[in-house]
C-alpha cells in the first residue's frame, strides 16, 4: 500500500513538472540539404591546335569533386589542367556553422529606431561565421560603423529578392564569429520592427592555382541557398501607417509562426490571440513585459508589440 502511494504522488509530481511553463527557446537558423556531386557531364578541353594537321586536340580534364572534411565542409574541386598535372582549389561549404541570432530594439527620443543583432555561434560549429545579411523594407537603413566590419546592399538575386537585404561582413580574425563567441551589430532606421529574413554564412572565395577550373566544375557549387536562413526582426515602413486594428491583426496572423520560431511560449498563445482580437495593445504590451522577464517571450517579440503599442 505505501509502495503503491509512492507511484501516485510520483505520477502527480510528473504530471505538474510537465504542465509547468517552459521558458522560450529560439530556433537556430535553418539550413537547405545540399549535396555536392561531381559533373556528369562535361565537355572536353582544346588544348592546342596540331601545326601537322591544323586539326584542334582536345584532352580529358576529369573534374570531380571530393569530400576532404564532412564536419568543416571543406571539399577540394579536382581536374586535370593544360600541363596534364591535377589542380584542386579548396572549397568550404558556407553552412558549417550552428548559430542563432538575438534581435531587440530601443525608440530613441528623436523617434528613431536603433535595432541590435547579437549573433551567437554555438561551441560545436567547426567554422567561423563571416557574414549577416538581413531583410529589410525601409527606404533608411543605416548600418552603425564597427571596426573590420563591412556594410552595404546586396544586389538582387534569386534567393533575397524580396525587400532591400543589407550585408555585414566581418572575415577579419579580430570580428569573425569563432565557435563559441558573439558579435553585436547594430543599425539606425526610422521603420518600427517586423517579422522579416534573414542568413548568415561562412568562409566564402576560393584560393586560385593560377588556372579557372572548368566550367561545369564552378556550377555544382551553391549559391546564396546554402547560406542558414531564419527570421528576426527589422525596420518596415509600412509599419508606420496602419491603424490599431491593422497592427493587432499583424501581430495575431503571425502567432503560431511566433510559437514556432521559439517567441513565445504555447500556453500563452491563447491569451494573446484573445487580446490581439480585441485590439487591447496597451494590456497586451504589459503583459508582454512580464512574460519577458519570465522568459518566455523573446525580445523580439517584446520589440513588436511595444512598437504596436506606441
Not at 208 to 234: C, F
Amino acid at each position: 500500500m505505501r509502495l503503491l502511494l509512492m507511484f501516485v504522488m510520483l505520477a502527480q509530481m510528473a504530471g505538474v513538472w510537465q504542465s509547468s511553463p517552459q521558458t522560450v527557446q529560439r530556433l537556430p537558423l535553418q539550413k537547405k540539404e545540399i549535396v555536392l556531386e561531381s559533373p556528369k557531364n562535361y565537355a572536353q578541353r582544346l588544348v592546342r591546335i596540331d601545326p601537322a594537321t591544323g586539326k584542334e586536340v582536345y584532352y580529358d580534364p576529369k573534374p570531380e569533386v571530393v569530400l576532404l572534411d564532412a564536419k568543416t565542409g571543406k571539399h577540394g574541386l579536382r581536374w586535370i589542367g593544360y600541363d596534364g598535372k591535377q589542380k584542386t582549389i579548396i572549397y568550404y561549404r558556407p553552412d558549417a556553422f550552428e548559430a542563432i541570432i538575438r534581435a531587440s530594439v530601443i525608440r530613441r527620443s528623436s523617434g528613431e529606431y536603433l535595432y541590435t543583432y547579437t549573433i551567437e555561434n554555438a561551441t560545436s560549429s567547426a567554422q567561423k561565421v563571416e557574414g549577416f545579411a538581413l531583410q529589410t523594407f525601409a527606404a533608411d537603413v543605416r548600418p552603425l560603423k564597427i571596426p573590420d566590419v563591412y556594410t552595404g546592399e546586396m544586389s538582387k538575386n534569386a534567393v533575397m529578392k524580396e525587400g532591400n537585404w543589407a550585408h555585414f561582413g566581418f572575415p577579419s580574425a579580430g570580428q569573425a564569429v569563432a565557435p563559441g563567441r558573439r558579435l553585436e551589430l547594430k543599425l539606425l532606421s526610422s521603420a518600427p520592427p517586423g517579422l522579416v529574413e534573414c542568413r548568415m554564412h561562412g568562409i566564402l572565395g576560393m584560393k586560385g592555382v593560377g588556372e579557372e577550373p572548368p566550367l561545369e566544375l564552378e556550377n555544382v557549387l551553391p549559391g546564396y541557398e546554402a547560406w542558414p536562413s531564419g527570421y528576426t526582426i527589422g525596420p518596415v515602413d509600412q509599419l508606420k501607417s496602419f491603424s490599431v486594428t491593422k497592427r493587432a491583426k499583424y501581430l495575431r496572423n503571425r502567432l503560431a509562426q511566433f510559437q514556432q520560431l521559439g517567441w513565445i511560449a504555447a500556453e500563452l498563445v491563447p491569451w494573446y490571440e484573445q487580446n490581439l482580437q480585441a485590439n487591447r495593445l496597451g494590456q497586451v504590451f504589459k503583459r508582454a513585459m512580464e512574460d519577458f522577464k519570465a522568459g518566455k517571450l523573446t525580445s523580439e517579440l517584446l520589440a513588436m508589440m511595444q512598437s504596436a503599442s506606441q
